[in-house]
């Protein structure tokens, strides 16, 4: 059997962080009840090929060929949905594929909507995702400091934030994932380090620690997308923290968290041994997936029909897109809904370079072999001596890797092999 990742998409949220160019908006109950109606029929449909276009010579693989690793709902806001409806979606879930006995199933939750529930307290939620078989609990904070909080448009306190912390531990959960974002607008290295230190007491199981991007699109960019342009010229921005600042706090995370006992395993992933983060894991290193939702994408290997041979050399990655309207998504079932796209061996190899690359542990010369019938040499030699020259990449043990500059110079060095 084949390992399968699954993605599910909610769309939905309180109101827009200034920062966010995510697919997600507000909406209504009927709305929103109406979507999860689509999502279930979505799942119940089938693998991707079965709606997208496909060339007549080529098939996917049938859904009893797979077992299923990992589960992850992302947004949006998953959490703003009843958790009855979450409960339902896994019960389709559970219906249509085989899951793996230690599957990761996670579920982003931001302490806002969980604190404004009604009659339904945060540990009764967190009590009822648990019983649905969720395990592991992402929790949005972005930041310690109220201040900085309301300046990023969240709807959520740090109290808030402790609340909804405490609910997920007294409901037994055992695997928990903070986010945070550096490099904001007014952030000082010393309001990041206090951050760090507040989360660090509460010992959280992983801790996503992003940097701001500022985004086309949103309030943020229209508010800082001159002052982002005069940081990248190496000039003195009015806003953002300092280029100079930005690689402190960089350098204080890898510090603190490191002193901590957790493993800096991906450019902005930091766990304790044991729990780094499967799904993403997963989508570094091209485990095939399926995502359900409005704009969710796939990426699924099919085969060529009658060919029954699953060696990794015979088979073509495929690409699929869903709509991003929700008029669009709305219809699926009654019409094609997917776009989809052949991957080119050269694609494959971009992407196997680039993702793999986030890792801390790099990639394999002798899996790129395997994988692609050609030496990682013949493809990207000239490209991968050069960032050695550099001090950007290292080669040991059959492995190449990013150094540490190359992790603080890393959009840089991934762009060579897009």
Not at 8 to 30: M, N, Q, R, T, W
Not at 47 to 54: E, Q
Not at 298 to 310: A, E, N, P, T, V
Request: hydrophobic share 35%; charged share 25%.
């Amino acid at each position: 059997m084949r390992e399968l990742e699954l993605y599910i998409h909610i769309p939905f949220c309180v109101k827009k962080c200034a920062y966010c160019d995510f697919l997600s908006a507000p909406a209504g109950k009927e709305q929103r009840d109406r979507y999860v109606q689509t999502l279930q029929t979505e799942i119940r449909s089938g693998m991707p090929g079965s709606t997208c276009s496909l060339p007549e010579t080529m098939e996917c693989a049938r859904r009893e060929e797979y077992f299923v690793s990992s589960v992850f709902f992302g947004g949006g806001t998953p959490s703003i949905l009843p958790p009855e409806q979450i409960a339902e979606i896994m019960e389709t879930l559970r219906a249509c594929f085989s899951f793996s006995e230690q599957c990761e199933i996670t579920i982003e939750c931001n302490p806002g909507t969980l604190s404004e529930k009604g009659a339904l307290s945060e540990s009764r939620i967190m009590e009822a995702y648990r019983a649905c078989g969720i395990n592991r609990i992402s929790l949005g904070l972005q930041s310690a400091d109220n201040a900085e909080l309301a300046m990023l448009g969240r709807i959520h306190t740090w109290e808030t934030f402790l609340c909804s912390y405490e609910a997920a531990r007294k409901a037994g959960f055992k695997n928990i994932n903070v986010d945070l974002m550096s490099a904001l607008p007014g952030q000082t290295v010393e309001s990041w380090e206090n951050t760090l230190r507040q989360i660090l007491m509460l010992a959280p199981e992983h801790i996503s620690a992003y940097s701001l991007i500022i985004e086309e699109g949103t309030p943020f960019y229209q508010k800082y997308h001159e002052d982002d342009l005069r940081r990248a010229d190496g000039e003195q921005p009015l806003y953002l923290p300092s280029e100079d600042d930005e690689r402190r706090m960089y350098a204080l995370t890898e510090q603190l968290l490191g002193d901590a006992g957790y493993g800096h395993y991906e450019i902005s992933n930091y766990a304790r041994p044991g729990y780094e983060c499967r799904h993403n894991i997963g989508y570094w290193r091209g485990t095939e997936y399926l995502g359900f939702g409005l704009g969710a994408s796939s990426m699924i290997r099919c085969r060529q029909k009658g060919d029954s041979h699953l060696a990794q050399s015979s088979l073509v990655s495929v690409r699929c897109q869903n709509p991003m309207e929700h008029d669009a998504y709305e219809q699926f079932g009654k019409e094609s809904a997917l776009s989809c796209e052949i991957l080119s061996a050269e694609d494959e190899m971009a992407e196997f370079m680039f993702l793999g690359l986030r890792m801390l542990s790099g990639i394999s010369e002798e899996e790129f072999s395997e994988r692609f019938h050609r030496s990682i040499d013949q493809i990207y030699g000239d490209k991968i001596d050069r960032m050695t020259s550099l001090g950007l990449l290292k080669r040991q043990c059959g492995r190449i890797f990013l150094t540490p500059r190359g992790l603080d110079l890393s959009n840089p060095v991934m762009a060579e092999f897009v």
